[in-house]
T-cell receptor, first 116, second 112 residues
Framework: AQKITQTQPGMFVQEKEAVTLDCTYDTSDQSYGLFWYKQPSSGEMIFLIYQGSYDEQNATEGRYSLNFQKARKSANLVISASQLGDSAMYFCAMREGIHTGNQFYFGTGTSLTVIP | NAGVTQTPKFRVLKTGQSMTLLCAQDMNHEYMYWYRQDPGMGLRLIHYSVGEGTTAKGEVPDGYNVSRLKKQNFLLGLESAAPSQTSVYFC???????????FGPGTRLTVL
């Protein structure tokens, strides 16, 4: 089974609109962390946001927020007020805890295109 | 601060050749990681290190070896390269296991 599933290979959003990128995860660990990274066409990986499994509040970082639904095992990224510079690949990732081997898993990514 | 640097940026190998990729970080991070990125598959963890002198296997360790002799450096070795190891290799480091990972610019490796 896939540890991280991103079901949207490509997404389009109008500039200044909000967009949600989906991510579901699979783990039996109680302690884990969820991350989102951005990869522009230049290739570097840029950290966006982190959510710990015990965090009760949804994480927010500027225009980024993480919609964490633990029972559904989903960790969707919401980008508000999209900008042209947001066009990139977005990867959801999970860190599993010591009980499941301290591993990191990335999803296959979602390509976001912001339309002027 | 340079952050995380990787050497070389590009490399072409013939099947059976060996090589070492060097990752260096100047942030005094304990944790370092090697990933590979293939088209349509996202990043996959090869090996990681939780401190100087320690290493651990990731999701896809076969065909690779690593060493962490100094805290700031993490080496990834390919003893006998295979075409299946053609990929983009990323190194990353973090202050803690739960923290943000800082990535290097990547090394594009082609094995013919």
């Amino acid at each position: 089974a896939q540890k991280i599933t991103q079901t949207q290979p490509g997404m389009f959003v109008q500039e200044k609109e909000a967009v949600t990128l989906d991510c579901t995860y699979d783990t039996s660990d109680q302690s884990y962390g969820l991350f989102w990274y951005k990869q522009p066409s230049s290739g570097e990986m840029i950290f966006l946001i982190y959510q710990g499994s015990y965090d009760e509040q949804n994480a927010t970082e500027g225009r980024y927020s993480l919609n964490f639904q633990k029972a559904r095992k989903s960790a969707n990224l919401v980008i508000s007020a999209s900008q042209l510079g947001d066009s990139a690949m977005y990867f959801c990732a999970m860190r599993e805890g010591i009980h499941t081997g301290n591993q990191f898993y990335f999803g296959t990514g979602t390509s976001l295109t912001v339309i002027p | 601060n340079a952050g995380v640097t990787q050497t070389p940026k590009f490399r072409v190998l013939k099947t059976g050749q060996s090589m070492t990729l060097l990752c260096a970080q100047d942030m005094n991070h304990e944790y370092m990681y090697w990933y590979r990125q293939d088209p349509g598959m996202g990043l996959r963890l090869i090996h990681y290190s939780v401190g100087e002198g320690t290493t651990a296997k990731g999701e896809v360790p076969d065909g690779y070896n690593v060493s962490r002799l100094k805290k700031q450096n993490f080496l990834l070795g390919l003893e006998s390269a295979a075409p299946s190891q053609t990929s983009v290799y990323f190194c990353a480091s973090s202050y803690s296991f739960v923290g943000e990972q800082f990535f290097g610019p990547g090394t594009r490796l082609t094995v013919l």
